[in-house]
């Protein structure tokens, strides 16, 4: 069963909210739940397994939200597409602005914005590199997490992480063509941020959330915490016929 808000513009009965509103976030939000109703009846309930882990169900379940988005453009409903997709597009702005002060694989509470925005990445990414097949693998088996991931891909977790973690910094970014590995197909995402920084610049205050932290002086020492799955971005530059780097 599903229950959902209703329009009440007047706010008669509760908060006031228009039927315009309803169609903007009740679509994707029932889709977001049906994939979690799907995973359990997939892992726990045909096949006697446990519920899939925190951080991969959320993830599965924001994809799910871009899948409908992407149904809408490919009919030429671009309005519903950016309902579908824009609150991923916003938690994933979110945990690249910060990734190292934000889980990857999150295992406790509900996930942060950008703890959902970085698992919808990565299985963004995963999709684009293993084909829409892959989410079918993931959603029919009773293994759950990071044993999901790498049989459902036939690649080990810490290959698809690093791997991942690069494509975000480098794909598509101006002067460098980066192996297919190493790029988002579906998004080009530091077009849609330049974009949405024109428009919202109080909401996406930087044409690129992800912006390392440059290093040239020829020593590059850091300590800190590493959260799983997550890890800082950082530019070690090396000029020319200048001494190594400690």
């Known amino acids: 069963?599903?229950?959902?808000?209703?329009?009440?513009?007047?706010?008669?009965?509760?908060?006031?909210?228009?039927?315009?509103?309803?169609?903007?976030?009740?679509?994707a939000t029932f889709i977001h739940e049906f994939q979690h109703m799907i995973s359990y009846g997939q892992h726990v309930l045909l096949r006697s397994g446990?519920?899939?882990?925190?951080?991969?169900?959320?993830?599965?379940s924001h994809l799910a939200e871009e899948l409908g988005g992407l149904k809408y453009k490919e009919l030429?409903?671009?309005?519903?597409?950016?309902?579908?997709?824009?609150?991923?597009?916003?938690?994933?702005?979110?945990y690249l602005k910060a990734p190292g002060a934000?889980?990857?694989?999150?295992?406790?509470?509900?996930?942060?914005?950008?703890e959902r925005?970085?698992?919808?990445?990565?299985?963004?990414?995963?999709?684009?590199?293993?084909?829409?097949?892959?989410?079918r693998r993931m959603e029919e088996t009773r293994l759950v997490g990071t044993e999901n991931v790498a049989a459902a891909t036939g690649e080990p977790m810490s290959r698809l992480l690093?791997?991942?973690?690069?494509?975000?910094?480098?794909?598509?970014?101006?002067?460098?063509?980066?192996p297919p590995r190493l790029h988002y197909d579906t998004w080009a995402?530091?077009?849609?941020?330049?974009?949405?920084?024109?428009?919202?610049?109080?909401?996406?205050?930087?044409p690129f959330p992800l912006v390392p932290q440059v290093v040239n002086n020829g020593t590059f020492t850091v300590t800190g915490t590493l959260r799983t799955g997550s890890g800082e971005y950082f530019r070690i530059v090396q000029g020319a016929n200048r001494k190594g780097f400690t």
């Open 189 to 206: 995402f530091r077009t849609t941020y330049a974009g949405l920084n024109q428009q919202q610049p109080q909401r996406y205050d930087r």
């Open 162 to 178: 690093a791997q991942w973690f690069l494509a975000n910094y480098v794909s598509d970014l101006p002067g460098f063509t980066p």
């Open 76 to 94: 030429g409903n671009t309005q519903a597409f950016s309902d579908f997709v824009i609150g991923n597009v916003f938690n994933a702005y979110q």
């Open 50 to 60: 446990t519920s899939e882990d925190l951080w991969m169900n959320e993830g599965l």
């Open 102 to 114: 934000n889980f990857t694989l999150y295992s406790e509470g509900s996930g942060s914005l950008a």
């Open 117 to 135: 925005g970085g698992s919808w990445l990565f299985l963004r990414w995963v999709v684009d590199k293993f084909g829409p097949g892959v989410t």
């Open 1 to 27: 069963l599903f229950y959902s808000m209703v329009p009440d513009p007047q706010g008669s009965l509760s908060c006031t909210i228009s039927k315009d509103k309803i169609d903007q976030i009740v679509p």
